[in-house]
């Protein structure tokens, strides 16, 4: 649940930071992502694993330490031994976008998967609690404010940005009662209003 609640808060800060950004960049990724978004950025997993290798990255300090915290889970560190333990296809792009509307606001990452199988284990192991299910050939585990959505080739994961509707900067965002503020100050939403497994589906249907 700690890894969990890292990723989360990991994720929103980066996603808030995007609003600050528009960027059309005309690319592969673009054809997975709605017209609508209001930033987006792109990861380029080959040119990163390019420029700094994992095993370089496994050198450092910080990760050595890391790496000996006795409350990481086996599948934490099987990731960190090797990411591909994921499921993920980690030498390719991997996009994050914002999408604004009356309804309010949702922040996604988006990436490609290389094995379905692993991908299913792993978020298995991390999501504790989740409800799972399933829409033809896409798979859901929904939990809080987040789904996180794959089918064969691709995931999508879905985490809505409460107060993006009323408010465009991160400064700005308006957070409701339904809020838990914990003594580090790091804003965790507890429920989802808005319908995020239909948000999902449908971010398979762009083409």
Not at 92 to 101: A, E, L, S
Request: glycine share 6%; with cysteine.
């Amino acid at each position: 649940m700690k890894h969990l609640k890292t990723l989360q808060f990991t994720c929103l800060v980066c996603l808030s930071m995007l609003l600050m950004v528009s960027c059309k960049k005309k690319n592969e990724a673009g054809k997975f992502i709605p017209g609508n978004a209001a930033a987006v950025a792109v990861f380029d997993g080959v040119s990163l694993t390019k420029k700094l290798s994992w095993e370089e990255i496994k050198q450092g300090e910080m990760f050595k330490q890391a790496y000996l915290d006795s409350s990481l889970s086996q599948m934490a560190k099987s990731v960190m031994d090797n990411p591909e333990n994921t499921g993920l296809d980690v030498k390719n792009n991997i996009t994050v976008f914002m999408v604004k509307d009356s309804s309010g606001g949702y922040g996604a990452v988006t990436g490609i998967i290389k094995d379905a199988a692993k991908f299913k284990n792993y978020l298995t192991a991390i999501v504790k609690d989740g409800v799972a299910s399933t829409s033809g050939k896409i798979q859901f585990i929904t939990k809080d404010d987040y789904t996180l959505s794959w089918n064969e080739d691709r995931f999508y994961m879905v985490s809505e940005i409460k107060g993006l509707d009323n408010n465009p900067m991160p400064g700005g965002m308006d957070f409701p009662t339904d809020t838990i503020r914990d003594m580090d100050s790091v804003i965790i939403p507890v429920k989802s209003t808005m319908n995020l497994t239909a948000i999902a589906e449908k971010l398979y249907q762009i083409e």
